[in-house]
């Protein structure tokens, strides 16, 4: 009994190390970054507001827990998720916050009080295709090649106030970026309604709608 309970010990020793792999908010964003896509560890530094020496030092507790991978071209390491199934736990897991912690729900209030559609996905790509709606995806052209949402046309943050003007001037703008708690959209819509432009926020992300079993598509 005492060998089987030693056992049963070292399976939840291994458990624990995700657990330990995760307990930090800026693993915890460099996860949500990477299901976007393979980044260098500068740009994940950039996007998460970290040094490179910090990034690296995240990036290397990830590693170790095998739910970030590496590989080297020339001067440059790229990572990656292990696979999707570690995209597939943070949303698990953000899930889960959001149902049991009054203070994600709250936070998230005032991070977009007004701003989110609440529009049915299947309801969404309907419009899109029918031409009712232009989606845009306002996230980075390396993540928008590496899957969007049928129809969305890719206009990075940083250009959207010279695209404005090709924007249909008949129609509601939808954007989204990362996923829920991605400021992207947020600012684009600010900017949209600025110019008085009438734009919302999709709540989702690329992966949420993997999740869901709806189609993804990759740029040419």
């Not at 129609?171 to 959209?185: H, S």
């Amino acid at each position: 009994m005492e060998r089987l309970r030693e056992i049963k010990d070292r399976f939840y020793e291994q458990f624990a190390r995700i657990g330990k792999a995760v307990s930090s908010p800026k693993r915890l964003e460099i996860i949500d970054l990477l299901c976007q896509g393979e980044k260098t560890v500068e740009t994940l530094a950039r996007q998460a507001g970290l040094t490179v020496g910090n990034a690296s030092a995240h990036l290397k507790a990830l590693r170790e827990a095998r739910l970030v991978e590496v590989r080297k071209e020339g001067q440059h390491s790229y990572y990656r998720l292990g696979d999707e199934s570690v995209c597939a736990f943070w949303v698990t897991l953000r899930l889960l916050a959001e149902k049991r912690l009054a203070e994600v729900r709250a936070t998230e209030e005032l991070l977009d009080p007004e701003g989110v559609t609440r529009m049915d996905r299947r309801e969404l790509l309907a419009k899109v295709e029918r031409g009712e709606v232009t989606l845009i995806d306002v996230r980075p052209t390396d993540e928008y090649r590496a899957g969007h949402l049928p129809g969305a046309r890719s206009i990075p943050l940083e250009e959207l106030e010279s695209a404005i003007a090709s924007l249909p001037s008949d129609q509601q703008i939808v954007a989204y970026c990362r996923g829920p708690y991605c400021v992207l959209a947020i600012e684009a819509v600010a900017i949209l309604r600025d110019r008085h432009v009438p734009a919302v926020r999709l709540r989702d992300g690329v992966f949420e709608w993997r999740m869901a079993n709806l189609p993804i598509e990759l740029a040419h």
